[in-house]
Structure formats: C-alpha cells, structure tokens
C-alpha cells in the first residue's frame, strides 16, 4: 500500500497519524442474542437493533475507505488463521474451555458442532453464542448439564467485539495482546491470539508482545493512548490496573522500543469514566476533546527507565491539571475542547453518547457520532474536520468511533 512502510505490518506511533489500516468487527448474532436479563453479564445497557447498526457500522467503514483506509475485519482474519487443522484443533479446544464448559461430555459435543462448520461459519457462531437448542441432539445426564439447564446458552455470546479497541492495542510496532477485566470480555482476545500467531499477513513478523493475555491483572486497550513517538499514555482505570502498566513499561524500555516515557492517568472508577478514551482523545498535534471532570488536577505518575532501581523504573508521583502535563510532554501549547462545550446538561448526556472518544483518521481529521451535535459544532469552531457517522443504534453499546476500530497502521508524524 503506498505510504507504507512494507517491513513492517504493524506502525502506530501517534493518535493521529494519517490512519492507513484499520481492524473492525462488524456487528453480528451476537447482538440479537442479548435479553434484559443477561444485559448486566455481557456489559451493556441496552439492546441495538441490529440491522440499523449494521448499516450504521458500513456507513463508517466506508468513511473510512473513502478516505484511503484499508478495512480488515476481526472475523475474517480469525478465519483465514485456522486453514491449519492443528491449529482450527487448539483452537476450538480453547475457545470452549474459555467458555467455561465444564462438562466433558458436552465439551465433546460443542468440538464435533463447530468442526461441521466452515471456519468463516465457525468464527461466527462463536462470537454469536451457541443456544441450547442448537444441540438438540444433546442428552444432558451430568448433574453439570442438569443443574445449568435453566441458562439459554451453552456458549455465551460476544456482543462487545464491534468495540475492537481493547482486546489487543497496537503500541509502535507491536501489540499489547490484553488481559481484560471481566471473564465475558476476556474470552474475546483468543481472536487476537490465533491472528497473530497464525494468519499469514502477521505470523512471521514477530510481532513485539508489550504485554500478553496469560497475565493475571488486566489491561484494556480502551486505556491505552500514543501521545508521541516517544510518550504513551495509559489510564489507571476501572478496567486496568497499575501493575498491568508496570508490566508494559519494562517490556516497552527493555525490548528497545522508541518509547521513552508512560504516564499512568488515575482516572475515577465509573461507568462513565469506564477507559481512559471515553473522556480524553487527540483531534489534532495541539487539541484534545475532554470531558470537564477530567481537567484536574489529577493523579499522574510519569514513569521512565532506571536501571540503578530495583525494578528498573522511576515513578514520579504527580498532582496536576491535564493541560500541563500535556504540555509538558507535548512541547507545545494544548486547547482542550470540553464535550458538550462544558454546559453541566449537555456534558452529560454527550459523554453518556461517547463525545469525547473520537477517530482521528488525519491530523485535525476525525470521525464522530451524529447525534453528539453540541460537541461536534464545537470542534468544527476549532477548525476540526468532522467525518460524522450515525449512531442511534451503535452508540447503545456505550462505544464511540475509537471504541470500535483497532489502527493497526499509521503514517509517522
């Protein structure tokens, strides 16, 4: 592709490089498979319609394909990575005991289902979920079987895919593959696992591993942001833990990455405040779009190397507000763009809708949700190009654009 650097299938060193190559997920099954009931398990809120975000979700691919952007597709590549048996073998195997399936008898049905299905076919029922009654044949003796019998799945469905930003985060020429916070968003990294350890256009470019998802405190990507070639940002979150950042940063200074300095925003724990990126992300090299609370002062710890500590790093504690240390690390003076333009009513119900997680395809270029309309106008004022999107039934997932789309290579600044 041109503009691309072809030694490498991996290049994020910015939010807001010229964005060349992208991984989505396209809603499925999945959606049509959330009840009232299992809204709390799977994480969300309420139920989109699927077919309105599936044309939603195509309006956005093809903005961004308009606008030079390769499109891959989560579902795809999970596909094309199991032509090996051996591997469409392991990998069934894991995928059901990530499930949870504690049954053998039922572990070695749900194996004999999913190998009658092409792997496309097969990819795509897993992320759905498997029903019951898709086993018909099933006869349920373990007490397992009997005392489980009243849930409707047998295999959980996966509707948090379409936001691909978290399971796995392209960090410079490597990936964060994550570990997530809860057991229903967990399983979804397995895709991320066998894609880069087995599809073609990944497996050998030994891919750096910055973190990797056997590790037992979480990190998501949602909390991970590149301010500069040399400056990562990562939220202290409901969703990621400190350790999970130490972690990254002696894998980013010891396997000779460009990355210099991590700062760790401490971020309050909310649903609101679910990931570092539904209240903070760049628009432009000097402007951000942020919600009001996240101003400060707040918590930061700028972490650098030290060889000459016991753990090979040097954490400075921090109280200060937002600009600064932007500032700081930016070299440049910042204009911080408040969701909802700052009014406590239109902040709050903007922010509910993910205005301020926005896609940057180009610097001072960004995609947004329609329905964000105070914000939007608001940043067309600073002169920001908009690519505005419909969102009615896609924002539900409570995602915005950078929710749901994985760079996977940008144009260096």
């Not at 400056?231 to 990355?259: H, P, W, Y």
């Not at 190397?305 to 910042?334: A, C, F, M, T, Y």
Request: hydrophobic share 35%.
């Amino acid at each position: 592709m041109e503009g691309k650097d072809k030694s490498s299938v991996l290049n994020v060193t910015s939010e807001i490089g010229k964005l060349k190559t992208v991984l989505l997920h396209r809603p499925g099954a999945e959606v049509e498979n959330l009840t009232p009931e299992l809204l709390e398990r799977l994480l969300f809120d309420d139920i989109p319609y699927l077919k309105v975000a599936r044309e939603e979700h195509d309006f956005f691919a093809d903005t961004l394909r308009n606008n030079g952007v390769e499109v891959l597709y989560l579902e795809k590549l999970a596909a094309e990575a199991l032509e090996n048996k051996e591997v469409k073998t392991r990998f069934i195997s894991q995928f059901i005991d990530e499930a949870t399936v504690e049954s053998e008898d039922l572990k070695a049905a749900l194996t004999n289902y999913f190998y009658d299905f092409s792997n496309q076919d097969m990819v795509d029922k897993m992320m759905a979920g498997v029903r019951k009654e898709e086993l018909a044949k099933y006869q349920r003796n373990s007490l397992y079987d009997q005392v489980n019998d009243f849930y409707p799945f047998l295999c959980d469905p996966m509707p948090n895919l379409y936001f691909t930003r978290d399971p796995f985060a392209t960090i410079g020429n490597g990936i964060t593959l994550n570990h997530m916070r809860t057991e229903t968003r967990n399983r979804e990294t397995i895709f991320a696992k066998y894609i880069f350890e087995n599809h073609p256009r990944f497996k050998d470019a030994n891919v750096p591993l910055w973190f990797n998802r056997n590790e037992t405190t979480s990190l998501e990507g949602g909390d991970e942001l590149i301010l500069s070639k040399e400056v990562l940002a990562i939220g202290i979150s409901q969703r990621t833990d400190s350790a999970s950042i130490e972690k990254v940063c002696k894998k980013l200074f010891n396997m000779n990455s460009d990355f210099k300095t991590v700062l760790a925003f401490h971020i309050p724990t909310s649903r609101a405040f679910m990931h570092l990126d539904t209240v903070f992300t760049m628009v432009d090299y000097d402007k951000f779009t942020i919600h009001p609370e996240i101003e400060g002062p707040l918590t930061v710890y700028e972490i650098t190397r030290d060889d000459s500590k016991p753990n090979g790093l040097n954490v400075k504690k921090q109280s200060i507000i937002l600009e600064d240390i932007l500032e700081k690390h930016l070299g440049r003076k910042v204009t911080l763009i408040r969701c909802g333009g700052g009014d406590r009513v239109h902040a709050a119900r903007e922010q509910w809708s993910d205005g301020s997680n926005t896609l940057a395809i180009a610097p001072g270029e960004v995609v947004v949700y329609s329905r964000n309309h105070v914000t939007n106008k608001l940043l067309e004022s600073y002169g920001i190009k908009l690519y505005v999107i419909p969102s009615s039934e896609l924002s539900r997932g409570r995602g915005g654009p950078r929710c749901m789309s994985m760079p996977l290579y940008r144009e260096n600044l």
